[in-house]
């Protein structure tokens, strides 16, 4: 860059360098699919925000820009962008936990569709859709420590106590240092979430229809940073297994008793 | 076939699901449901009742991480980490979550295939079969068997039963030649027998962990998050990264010593001078359990020549922490700083290490001088305590070290070499008394040197079958020492493989193999511990377990009368007894093969070789119930109660009372355990003028060795699609390369053509470049020096010279 154009920006460079610091250099923010702005519409492209043929901002991922992109970098829309993901944060939904919450049938199978996207198999660690700090993990858990819900995007928050090495499971799928295109084809169909956990009868509460294994924060998927599809329609309640029990079938029980009982009486004729 | 076509009709039906979730999102728009009960005719599938569970260890790392494997329509489906296994509590690293993708590659191979000029055809089993028959029969003696740390333990006991108890031919040799047989000769000259006294356990107890040339926060992921996971708990624990390049491990550290190549030999010493300057050695550990020892001049093996501890404490002098600076690059101050920490009794120090220090060609020597300084400041056998060797693949430590599929190598740490051992080995195998060859096979380099050179100029190997390997990528200098058999058509490669390899492409007979959970298996990790597990799916086509097909092999020569497939009762090598009806099953006939459990019985048979040199195993049924045992695993009161600490009174079962400490299998036959003296030696080949830059390889997080398993699972092959070099950022600078740069990296032996990613997954030094060889169009094994370690027989990956430049 020569020094005139480098004067020139210094100011617009320094404003830049404080949104960067405000969302996070690495940090990439998932967005409109959210219900809660965006009425899905029926030509909604179903994309995975790693395929190969998607731009950045039609993925809901919007990565701060490198530093060696910004000589190059067309200062106008990054500009725009920069700001609003800046508003984007100052626009935090506020949690209303007396709100009624109704889920669609659609919304449902929207969610779990969307969340596929990036999971090999229900239950797998999912891949993290923008770039990572190859080093530090510190920048992960700024953001998906608490999770954020905002008018136009969200952060889910993370569904098991905090690890230290975050990039052993998660890891990019969309990675910055090289375009992944050529894939070896395979046939490895995982298995799809459930839709619903099994109850006694309508209106009862249904069981918890996945393990709670490294999804002990219910909140994660159930909560307000989630899909409207997955929201817990009763978002007063706190205390999610007073009523809802993890199935002993799906929790790897530790103990492996089998339970048993008296006999029965001796009733004779 | 048929699997693709059901997995294409359900890939449609997913499709068909997600396309219908919007529409109906769509549809539903303006109407609402108290409860989001999804229709019944929803093609979702909430069946996950169907789904059976069952434990399997994971197919990659020598960690051993217990994974639940859910089968659906007799398809893996899903994983789930083991929270009742001891070593990983129900957490997995990236590439066990997706290990079920293994399976699914589309290319599977699925028939026999023989080479048809440049192409192959498809052959029958049968036709298969006998063609190895042939080029055994034509020359017993030129044939090589060439398997790998990812042989099961009945596989590589078959393997190594048809090899030394049948053809008397002792040319078999596995790639943990090339990973780990440093550990081995540095246990074996340290305590006379194999394997680290301690175990994971070690991870949890330690007050101070010291990585040597080791980066498990990218492979061995669940072990030091086993480490790093207790700061979140509140625990203190100091990690200190000796290393060449800065890694993810780093940042986890209080202290990284940046070191040059063959630094370690050198620190190593530095901590045993300054634990003599200052009198901070354990006296009392070293005058009871301790002899000193230092290498034999002129007359290399691993008895070495014993040495009294003036002697010793002489040769140390020189080691000052300005020397070793000097010599390490490490500065004195770091290494005041080793010295104190291991002259403090009050901690607890664990060393970890894997192929920083074995690939390496003084890799027994520094593997030595480790647990010496271990030894030596009594840093050992208390839990927490512990010198240990990771291995790099799910049963180096099982099928290799314990079955011994080296070419010196019997069953339960036996020798060929000797002679009584070979009368063991052949009163369990039934075998006709002198059966067994005393002279050790080739090793691994000089198998495949031979093998690449014509019979003409002495090559002495003319066929070499590959089990569950890929030399064509790992091993070194390859234009030398595999691509030197194009063109030689008195050569004859067999490639037992799952998917086309760097390997098959010069194989002449391609045989598919069932893998992990399409058979029965039995693993043996890093920590001592033997695994079971059972076959959950079929294997696809015709693919077939690579037991039933060297069974298949000794069969068919069997049948022909070659003597050695016979015991001295006349019976087949291989006479499976079913155990209800005691009648010999044709396990030889793949349709039989499961009529009966094999492995139960090839696994009971070597059970017999585990009590010599104190490394029992329990019977097969006890590991079918636990998520794996370590051995020694003794019965006491009618339980089977493994061993966490070997050699520590209170803890290993073989120590006798009132001993304290007591190694049992000293090569001085008292006892002791010896610290050894090893000088620092400079690396074989070092950057000059002409070749500037040190090249180290390795692995990365995503990639399990060769790729050829990793590369074909989606998530992974994603998020690292291709190699790389890494470069300082300076030396970048200067010679003008950016990040995305094409560079051309050329040795004395090859050269290979790759982009550059500064700043990128590690950090190395001025002076220094790593790349990763995890992937098969970019073989940076073309460039790698074969120099190995004159007592393991191990290659050097981690020291070559290279020049770079952008293209």
């Known amino acids: 860059m020569n020094s ?197 009868f309508p209106g009862a509460p249904p069981q918890i229809p996945h393990s709670t294994w490294m999804r002990v924060e219910c909140l994660s998927c159930h909560g307000d940073s989630s899909y409207r599809g997955l929201q817990s329609t009763h978002p007063w309640r706190q205390n999610c297994q007073q009523c809802h029990t993890p199935a002993s079938s799906l929790e790897q029980a530790q103990i492996g008793e089998e339970p048993e009982f008296l006999p029965p009486l001796k009733i004779e004729n | 076939m048929k699997q693709n076509k059901v997995s294409q009709e359900q890939r449609r039906q997913f499709m068909k699901t997600s396309a219908m979730a919007i529409a109906t999102a769509a549809a539903s728009g303006s109407f609402s449901f108290p409860l989001p009960i999804i229709a019944a005719d929803s093609q979702s599938n909430d069946a996950a009742d169907d789904v059976s569970w069952n434990k399997a260890p994971c197919r990659f790392c020598g960690t051993g991480c217990h994974v639940q494997v859910g089968v659906q329509g007799g398809r893996v489906v899903a994983i789930a980490g083991d929270k009742n296994a001891e070593v990983n509590k129900g ?32 052959i029958s089993w049968e036709e298969a ?121 780093t940042e986890h550290c209080q202290h990284y010593l940046e070191m040059k190549g063959h630094g370690d030999l050198a620190i190593a010493n530095g901590i045993a001078h300054l634990l003599l300057k200052n009198e901070t050695y354990s006296k009392k550990f070293v005058e009871s359990y301790c002899s000193f020892k230092m290498p034999d001049e002129g007359n290399t093996n691993i008895n070495g020549r014993s040495i009294d501890f003036a002697e010793f404490r002489k040769h140390l002098e ?60 009594g840093h050992f056998g208390r839990p927490g305590d ?32 000797n002679e009584e051992h070979r009368q063991k080995a052949e009163e369990i195998w039934r075998l006709p008394a002198g059966r067994i060859n005393p002279k050790p096979g080739f090793h691994t380099v000089q198998m495949w040197e031979s093998f690449c050179t014509p019979k003409s100029a002495g090559g002495q190997i003319d066929t070499i079958w590959v089990q569950v390997t890929n030399p064509g990528q790992s091993l070194p200098n390859l234009n030398k020492l595999f691509n030197g058999k194009k063109g030689q058509d008195e050569k004859f490669l067999i490639v037992s493989d799952v998917y086309p390899t760097a390997t098959t492409r010069l194989a002449d007979l391609i045989l598919p193999s069932a893998m992990w959970v399409e ?54 090598l291989f006479n499976i007894v079913d155990p209800q009806t005691k009648q010999s099953v044709p396990v030889w006939e793949w349709e039989h093969y499961y009529d009966v459990n094999v492995d139960e019985q090839l696994f009971e048979e070597y059970r017999k070789f585990t009590r010599f040199k104190h490394k029992d195993l329990a019977p097969y049924s006890e590991y079918v119930k636990a998520r794996g045992l370590r051995w020694p695993v003794v019965e006491r009161d009618g339980h089977w109660h493994e061993t966490r600490l070997r050699f520590a009174e209170g803890f290993d079962p073989y120590v006798s009372t009132g001993k304290g400490m007591q190694f049992y299998h000293s090569t001085t036959k008292d006892d002791r355990a010896q610290i050894w003296f090893h000088p620092w030696i400079p690396p074989p080949e070092v950057p000059d003028d002409e070749f500037p830059f040190m090249l180290c390889t390795g692995r990365v997080l995503e990639h399990w060795h060769t790729g050829t398993m990793t590369r074909r699972i989606k998530e992974l092959s994603r998020a690292m699609p291709k190699a790389y070099i890494e470069m300082n950022a300076a030396d970048a600078a200067d010679a003008g390369i950016r990040s995305g740069d094409r560079v051309i990296v050329e040795s004395r032996r090859g050269s290979i053509q790759c982009v550059a990613w500064i700043e990128g997954r590690g950090k190395p030094p001025r002076g220094t470049v790593f790349v990763p060889f995890f992937d098969e169009t970019i073989m940076i094994n073309d460039l790698t020096l074969d120099a190995i370690d004159p007592f393991s027989k191990q290659p050097d990956y981690k020291k070559s010279a290279v020049r770079i430049r952008k293209v």
């Open chain 2, 386 to 417: 512990a010198p240990t060797s990771l291995t790099g693949q799910p049963s180096a430590c099982g099928t290799v070290r314990e079955v011994g599929t080296l070419a010196h190598g019997l069953p339960g740490g036996l020798v060929v070499a």
């Open chain 2, 318 to 377: 020189e080691y000052t922490p300005e020397r070793v600076e000097e010599l390490s690059g490490v500065p004195a101050d770091q290494i005041r700083m080793l010295g104190e920490l291991f002259g403090n009794p009050e901690l607890k120090i664990t060393s970890l290490w894997c192929m920083g220090m074995n690939q390496h060609t003084r890799g027994t020597a520094v593997n030595s001088l480790v647990h010496g300084i271990h030894l030596l400041s």
């Open chain 2, 129 to 249: 079969i006998k063609i190895i028959a042939d080029r055994i029969q034509a020359a017993p003696e030129r044939f090589a068997f060439y398997g790998s740390g990812q042989w099961t333990i009945p596989e590589g006991y078959a393997a190594q039963k048809f090899m030394k108890g049948g053809l008397a031919n002792n040319h078999i040799d596995p790639n943990a030649r090339l990973c780990m047989a440093s550990a081995v000769t540095g246990f074996l000259a340290t305590y006379g027998v194999d394997e680290p006294a301690g175990c994971y356990d070690d991870l949890d107890n330690c007050d101070v962990l010291i990585m040597w040339g080791n980066n498990p926060a990218e492979m061995h992921p669940v072990l030091f998050s086993r480490v790093v996971d207790r700061r979140s708990r509140g625990e203190k624990v100091t990690l200190i990264d000796i290393g060449t390049r800065r890694t993810r491990t």
């Open chain 1, 4 to 200: 005139e154009r480098n004067a020139g920006f210094s100011a617009l460079m320094a404003f830049v360098v404080i949104s960067i610091a405000v969302v996070g250099y690495f940090v990439g923010i998932q967005s409109p699919m959210n219900p809660v702005t965006q009425p899905i519409k029926s030509d909604s492209p179903l994309v995975p925000h790693h395929s190969a043929t998607t731009a950045i901002d039609k993925v809901s991922v919007l990565p701060a820009p490198r530093y060696s992109e910004m000589p190059n970098l067309k200062w106008g829309a990054a500009l725009d962008r920069m700001t609003s993901v800046q508003n984007a944060f100052t626009q935090r939904v506020a949690f209303d936990p007396t709100a009624v919450i109704v889920v669609t049938p659609g919304e449902k199978e929207f969610a779990l569709a969307m969340r596929a996207l990036n999971r090999a198999y229900n239950g797998a660690p999912p891949t993290v859709p923008h770039p990572v700090d190859q080093f530090s993990q510190a920048s992960c858990v700024a953001c998906h420590e608490t999770g954020f819900q905002g008018e136009s995007f969200r952060i889910p928050k993370m569904s098991h106590a905090y690890l230290q090495n975050c990039l052993q499971c998660h890891v990019e799928s969309n990675p910055g240092h090289m375009e992944a295109s050529e894939f070896r084809a395979s046939t490895f169909v995982g298995l799809p979430a459930p839709t619903e956990g099994p109850r006694a």
């Open chain 2, 91 to 122: 957490l997995l690293c990236v590439k066990g979550y997706h290990v079920s993708g293994v399976l699914y590659g589309e290319d599977r191979l699925t028939v026999p295939l023989l080479r048809n000029g440049d192409g192959y055809k498809k």
């Open chain 2, 519 to 572: 058979k029965n298996g039995v693993f043996g990790n890093s920590e001592r511990r033997t695994q079971q597990w059972f076959k959950m799916v079929d294997p696809p086509g015709e693919a077939r377990d690579d037991c039933w097909q060297t069974i298949a092999v000794a069969h068919e020569l069997f049948d022909r009368g070659v003597p050695g497939m016979k015991d001295r009762d006349g019976n087949f």
